[in-house]
T-cell receptor, first 114, second 112 residues
Framework: EAGVAQSPRYKIIEKRQSVAFWCNPI?????LYWYQQILGQGPKLLIQ????????DSQLPKDRFSAERLKGVDSTLKIQPAKLEDSAVYLC????????????FGQGTRLTVV | SQQGEEDPQALSIQEGENATMNCSYK?????LQWYRQNSGRGLVHLIL?????REKHSGRLRVTLDTSKKSSSLLITASRAADTASYFC????????????FGSGTRLQVQP
């Protein structure tokens, strides 16, 4: 079974630039999550999708972050404009259901904003 | 905000010793999960314990859950250098805000 695919693995941008991350979840997984993990901390949920609908985006900084999941499969997370404090690893995860079940994580995208 | 808080934040032991990590959480849960994260990698699911369970085993892992104290512990027996990683607890709920909520993690270093 293929795992969760993310790209790119690494990205370095200047502040105020924009950046986009891509995620392909495990086939058949209805739920997709984007987490932000700052160095030395645990993952923090940014947004949760159930199929192509948003379940929880309460912690997404909507003035600069946006995410979509077209056709309930792949997802993209965008930051525009980026700030220095956005430097983090962005993790995509998927699970079979939305009910707090086991999540499968991708390798993450390490973003450095300079 | 973080739901779970792991203790200790860092732990260094010798190969062959047991490692115990604790997790405390704040609200009611339906399950509690433990994940491992090797440096620079994604998280890997280790074990899930439901709220009506008190103890669960998987290989060298033993997890306990005390819902009255809102706490859980993860025991790794006979540790190996390959167990060196960060370990996170995550709480799961079936209603309300259902996304997994992670703690801040315990960094385990197993010295060969």
């Amino acid at each position: 079974e293929a795992g969760v695919a993310q790209s790119p693995r690494y990205k370095i941008i200047e502040k105020r630039q924009s950046v986009a991350f891509w995620c392909n979840p495990i086939s058949g997984h209805a739920t997709l999550y984007w987490y932000q993990q700052i160095l030395g901390q645990g993952p923090k949920l940014l947004i949760q999708f159930q199929n192509n609908g948003v379940v929880d985006d309460s912690q997404l900084p909507k003035d600069r972050f946006s995410a979509e999941r077209l056709k309930g499969v792949d997802s993209t997370l965008k930051i525009q404009p980026a700030k220095l404090e956005d430097s983090a690893v962005y993790l995509c995860a998927s699970s079979l259901t939305e009910r707090g079940t086991e999540a499968f994580f991708g390798q993450g995208t390490r973003l450095t904003v300079v | 905000s973080q739901q779970g808080e792991e203790d200790p934040q860092a732990l260094s032991i010798q190969e062959g010793e047991n490692a115990t990590m604790n997790c405390s959480y704040k609200t009611s849960i339906n399950n509690l999960q433990w994940y491992r994260q090797n440096s620079g990698r994604g998280l890997v699911h280790l074990i899930l314990i439901r709220s009506n369970e008190r103890e669960k085993h998987s290989g060298r892992l033993r997890v306990t859950l005390d819902t009255s104290k809102k706490s859980s512990s993860l025991l790794i027996t006979a540790s190996r250098a390959a167990d060196t990683a960060s370990y996170f607890c995550a709480t799961g709920k079936y209603t309300g805000r259902r996304a997994l909520t992670f703690g801040s993690g315990t960094r385990l270093q197993v010295q060969p």
